[in-house]
């Protein structure tokens, strides 16, 4: 499971209300908290189920689904039933599918203002239903379908502006003493996002969804998510990510792990050391570096390894891992928790370095 208290958290949090997303905190010194969505038709249930599956296997902790049709709507306390991690409504557009949602049992349901016509007219309603029923709202504004008062107020989708749609939607769920909200103002722009998240933050005590919206490819989304996120949680701002990547969503999950878990935000699991090579490199680092991290792959356990081409930071970076190599003359030192365990042919790097961890693994248990 998730550890309550991070390893070594960058910054301490913003202060934030917790609300709860079925089982899972979210806010008010809960653990950062990694969603995604699915991309399946959420009403064809079996499909979202699997993938819903697949995520958690993952490591996914919320998950979203669109809800477009009435037929998405329909399906969705199905999903809500069987889904073993907490199931999020995405509503843009259709109010009705708001109440579906939250009828149909799910943990939370996003709303985009900007997209729901007369929505100020059903905030009442729908604060009503959603109190009755303990479910949280996110009020998710997005740069590409900003509110249109907003929109010819700022001219484009400024920091300011995001902000502004967020908070006043708040304010009309204030209204109806309705305060069990999360907000997200996304942008595909990190610099505009990262503004906008900490004025936010300045402005509210809600817990923050982070994302970058429409981040791109893997490479490039990977990259702005990290890049946009570090900056926000390193000043403690930022209560549940979600990585969008135009990628398989598990992708996703995987990159929101990995960014919290570099951030110390989340103890960490498997850590490789490589150095990146140099001309005095005495083994292809880059081939071992890969293929210590296939063979550890899935291990629960906090472990560090380094993995260095020569003896000229290997010995120091090995013995201050938790299992190490340091290459050279065709052979690998073997060391564990900083001692040199054996000396073995580079044949046998891998292999010997899977062996100990696994061994190191059983003394640890999981984390
Ligand atoms: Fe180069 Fe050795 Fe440093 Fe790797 S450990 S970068 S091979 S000097």
Not at 290 to 295: D, F, H, I, L, S
Request: contains cysteine; glycine residues 8%; aromatic residues 4%.
């Amino acid at each position: 499971g998730v550890p309550e208290v991070p390893a070594r958290p960058v910054a301490p949090r913003r202060h934030a209300r917790r609300i709860q997303v079925g089982p899972v905190a979210v806010g008010g010194g809960a653990p950062v908290s990694v969603q995604s969505m699915t991309t399946t038709r959420t009403s064809d249930i079996g499909a979202t189920l699997q993938q819903i599956a697949e995520l958690t296997a993952s490591g996914c902790q919320i998950v979203r689904v669109a809800c477009p049709t009435q037929d998405d709507a329909d399906a969705l306390a199905t999903i809500a039933r069987k889904s073993q991690i907490p199931v999020i409504a995405d509503i843009h557009f259709q109010p009705k599918y708001v109440f579906a949602a939250i009828e149909a049992g799910c943990a939370a349901v996003r709303v985009n203002p900007g997209n729901i016509k007369q929505f100020d007219d059903k905030v009442r309603e729908i604060a009503r239903a959603a109190k009755e029923h303990a479910t949280p709202i996110r009020i998710g504004v997005n740069a590409g379908s900003l509110d249109r008062r907003l929109l010819q107020k700022y001219g484009r989708a400024t920091p300011e502006a995001l902000v502004e749609s967020a908070l006043w939607e708040a304010s009309l769920f204030e209204e109806h003493d309705f305060r069990d909200i999360k907000i997200s103002v996304k942008h595909n722009d990190p610099v505009v996002m990262i503004e906008a998240y900490r004025q936010l933050a300045e402005a509210c005590d809600y817990p923050l969804h982070l994302g970058v919206t429409e981040a791109g490819p893997a490479f490039q989304g990977t990259i702005k998510s990290a890049v946009a996120f570090g900056a926000l949680l390193s000043r403690g701002i930022g209560d549940t990510i979600r990585v969008s990547l135009s990628a398989p969503p598990a992708e996703e999950v995987k990159v929101g792990i990995q960014i919290l878990e570099s951030l110390g935000l989340r103890q960490r699991r498997l850590e490789i050391v490589s150095c990146p090579s140099c001309g005095r490199a005495q083994v292809d680092v880059y081939k071992l570096a890969e293929e210590v991290t296939a063979g550890l792959d899935g291990m629960e356990v906090p472990l560090r390894v380094a993995v260095m081409g020569c003896v000229v930071n290997g010995p120091g970076e090995a013995r201050e891992a938790d299992l190490g190599v340091a290459s050279g003359n065709g052979k690998g030192q073997i060391f564990v928790k900083g001692e040199v365990v054996k000396t073995v042919p580079e044949s046998r790097i891998v292999e010997t370095l899977i062996e100990e961890a696994m061994k190191l693994a059983e003394r640890t248990g999981p984390a």
